[in-house]
Structure formats: C-alpha cells, structure tokens
C-alpha cells in the first residue's frame, strides 16, 4: 500500500512539479528517502505543527528536529542537507551572474547566503573595478548572537581575489535587521582598512531573515558610500564590455 502511494507521490511530482504540493506533502515526498517503510505523512504533519511552516522546518537545528516522533538522525541530516543545498543553489545562481546593476540585486544574493543559517556569520564579496563578482567566501563564523571579523583575514582574502572593491555582510540570528553600535564601529574601522590599501568599501550589509539593512543608507556612512558607489557608476559606464 505505501509503495502505491510512494509511486503516485513521486509520478504526481514529475508530472506537475512541487508546485501542486501543500507543504506537508512537500515534507511527506522528502522523507521517501530516509524512511523507506513507513507512513511519512503523520510524521510531516508532526514537523509542521512543532516547526509551524515549511521554511521553520528547514530551518530547525538537527537537536531539534530529533525531537520530533519518527524523526532519526538520517531524516535530521537530510533536511538540513536539504536547506543547505538550496542555500547553495540560490548563491551560485546568483554568483553566475558576475555583477550587480543594482542594489536591490545585490542585495538577494547576499540574503541567500544566510538562508536557514542558525549562528551569526559574516561574508565578504570580492570585486573588480567594474562591480564583477570575482568570489564570495565566508570571513568568520560566530556563536548565535556574536560575529567577529578579524583585518588580517578581510585582508588575505581581498588580496588573493585582487579586489579593488568590497562588501561585506553579517546576520543578526535575533530576526532584526538593524545595526547595533557594534555594527557602526566595525564598519567605521573596515572602511578605514580598506580604505588604507586602496580599496573600496562599496556597503556593509545586515540579513534578518529576508530583511536587508544597507550601512550604505545610515546618516553616519552615506556621503563616504555615495562616493564608492559614484566612483564604481563611472568605471562601469567607462568599460564597453561590461
């Protein structure tokens, strides 16, 4: 009987794709392949009324997600590899596109860089003059409420990329995309070491969920952004290719 009704999951699924899938389903049909005999389907309904949505299920921690009856350890390694295969896919797909003709563009890419992230971390995107993506790499890794940058790491990192341009990012785990007084001194200093060794800062970015804060937009930083950003415009309208 649950083979019949894997099959029909499964074709249902190739023929229409998950878009006709409520979320529950969405979770029954992954969970297949960690549970190969068993009815999968009270197990999802179990992780949606713990997690309340889709995304809070993939975004739970692997201790948590144990928690849940029918839940092991297999099927709490596969919806994290899950959320974090589409981190992935979603940072390469942007990757791919090698520059930002916008804010708003650039801010998507960095938001999904820090999908399902339960820990504070901090990302630097190297770039050449004319605003193209030359790598994206994580610069630290902190604790649930605390990042750190350290200068010799940014950098290594934006000599090894020949960067003339920076941005850097960091995510507030406590879902409020506002910068604390940390936040304004380390973008202060990280302008000034940049700034030492000619390169630009182009923005420093905060991610709360899929929210954005732009340092670029604070009182305190936008004449001294506006001029990186002014100075990039002129070099990209300069080179044809681009």
Same mark, same amino acid.
């Given at each position: 009987?649950?083979?019949? $009704? ?6 249902? #699924? ?11 389903? /969405? ?14 389907? !009270? ?15 993939? !975004? ?35 990757? &791919? *596109? ?21 820990? &504070? ?13 030359? $790598? ?7 604790? *649930? ?39 304004? $001194?380390?973008? !202060? ?7 030492? /060794? ?14 954005? #804060?732009?340092?670029?937009? $604070?009182? *305190? ?8 950003? /002014? ?12």
């Amino acid at each position: 009987m649950h083979q019949e $009704h894997r099959k029909r999951v499964r074709e249902r #699924f190739l023929s229409a794709g998950l878009q006709s899938f409520p979320p529950h389903n /969405v979770l029954e049909f992954l969970l297949f392949y960690s549970i190969p005999r068993q009815d999968t389907n !009270e197990i999802a309904h179990r992780l949606m009324s713990r997690f309340g949505s889709l995304s809070g299920v993939l !975004e739970a921690s692997f201790e948590e997600l144990c928690k849940v009856k029918g839940i092991g350890e297999n099927s709490a390694t596969l919806i994290i590899f899950v959320s974090q295969l589409a981190r992935r896919y979603f940072a390469e797909q942007a990757e &791919e *596109k090698k520059s930002f003709d916008s804010s708003e563009a650039l801010r998507q890419f960095v938001v999904s860089l820090f999908m399902g992230m339960k820990t &504070e971390a901090a990302f630097m995107l190297c770039l050449n003059n004319a605003g193209q993506l030359l $790598h994206c790499c994580r610069v630290s890794l902190g604790t *649930k409420y605390a990042v750190a940058l350290d200068n010799r790491t940014l950098l290594e990192t934006a000599f090894r990329y020949n960067a003339t341009k920076v941005v850097l990012a960091h995510n507030h785990s406590n879902g409020l995309a506002a910068p604390s007084q940390n936040d304004l $001194h380390r973008t !202060e200093s990280a302008m000034k070491l940049f700034g030492n /060794v000619q390169i630009q800062l182009l923005d420093h970015l905060i991610v709360a969920g899929t929210d954005c #804060f732009s340092m670029a937009s $604070h009182p *305190k930083f936008s004449r001294m952004f506006l001029t990186n950003l /002014v100075s990039l415009k002129q070099q990209i309208a300069a080179d044809p290719s681009n």
